[in-house]
């Protein structure tokens, strides 16, 4: 059945820090109010795109907040963290929240950032292979025995463990076909970014290769795609909060390669236009009024197969009382969308 999720950069809104994070929370209780199914939190480090950079420290206040809204980061930077370190950390969350949490992960995409943090991103793949294989074993195990070229622990007591058994649900940023192998054979959710046609042989691929593994179409994993969503009484109304805040969250987007004297890359800017006019005109995004909106998940649904769509409600500077107001008017239109989903799939 389709499911409705937020993902979220925490990027740099214009007001200060300590607001933005207040401001955030806010909304994120609108979410678990208004039937939101996960927040996913993106990490990054020493750029405006985002300011969580310590991903569990704001989602212990998620976790404390709501009551039913699942939660995570998407993703952790593996290769940013001692994995002991984020073994602990993963049961101490999704012990908090009653087994709320979603464990998303990653290598990451910033070469700047790794740099930052004195990792070589060329050969950061093979860290984070490294790294999953140990937050894997730790959470699954109650003593951790691990040989390996970057970590070693040998009977290391796993004293926490997590709620969810075997491992809290496993989230994957999907972004090519050649990737898909992997979280379709180990039941992994993913999330997609990009337009249409290429997020139809995103999740044509991921079915494929599950089918290939034996597994069960009735037990498919989230398939989402991610867009910048404005939901307001008009479109006139959304466009206009759209057209502000989308150049602010556009400016902490491209800032961190400005600052190198580097282009953002072909592969990551042709998503992702200098105006929301420009996003909504290649379909990358929506601000409209309940119906615009509405017809445009579905048409995203019909035409890429996915069964989760997530909206980036709060960006930019858009004010916290606009994103409150869209996700009550999404969830206005949900069971609409639902609805007609499984009539499509019946």
Not at 26 to 44: F, M, P, R, S, T
Not at 54 to 68: C, D, E, H, M, N
Not at 85 to 111: A, N
């Amino acid at each position: 059945m389709l499911k409705f999720g937020v993902f979220d950069h925490l990027d740099d809104s214009g007001v200060p820090r300590g607001e933005q994070y207040a401001n955030r929370l806010k909304v994120i209780q609108a979410y678990d109010a208004n039937g939101i199914y996960g927040y996913h939190l993106a990490e990054h480090h020493c750029t405006p795109l985002g300011t969580g950079a310590s991903p569990g420290i704001f989602l212990s206040a998620v976790a404390q907040l709501t009551r039913k809204l699942r939660f995570g980061p998407l993703v952790y930077l593996l290769p940013f963290y001692h994995p002991l370190r984020l073994i602990e950390e993963v049961c101490m969350l999704d012990q908090m929240s009653g087994g709320r949490f979603q464990l998303g992960v990653g290598r990451g995409v910033s070469p700047f950032e790794a740099a930052f943090y004195g990792i070589d991103f060329s050969t950061s793949q093979e860290l984070y292979h490294e790294a999953y294989q140990v937050l894997m074993k730790g959470l699954q195990s109650e003593v951790l025995d691990f040989a390996g070229e970057h970590f070693n622990f040998s009977k290391i007591p796993m004293t926490l463990r997590p709620a969810q058994q075997p491992h809290p649900p496993l989230w994957y940023g999907l972004s090519v076909p050649e990737n898909a192998a992997w979280p379709a054979q180990n039941d992994v959710n993913v999330i997609m970014l990009g337009l249409r046609p290429r997020i139809r042989i995103l999740v044509e691929r991921y079915k494929l290769e599950r089918t290939m593994a034996g597994k069960s179409a009735m037990t498919t994993p989230l398939m989402g795609v991610s867009k910048h969503v404005v939901v307001a009484d008009t479109d006139k109304e959304a466009l206009a909060i759209a057209r502000r805040a989308y150049p602010k969250w556009f400016e902490s987007f491209k800032w961190l390669w400005y600052r190198n004297g580097v282009d953002v890359p072909p592969r990551v800017s042709e998503n992702y236009p200098e105006s929301f006019d420009g996003l909504m005109d290649i379909g990358n995004g929506i601000a409209g009024s309940s119906k615009t909106v509405r017809d445009f998940i579905r048409d995203e649904v019909d035409e890429t197969g996915i069964n989760y769509f997530v909206s980036w409600l709060a960006f930019g500077d858009m004010r916290p009382e606009e994103s409150i107001r869209s996700v009550e008017l999404l969830s206005s239109i949900m069971p609409q969308i639902t609805m007609r989903s499984l009539e499509k799939a019946s």
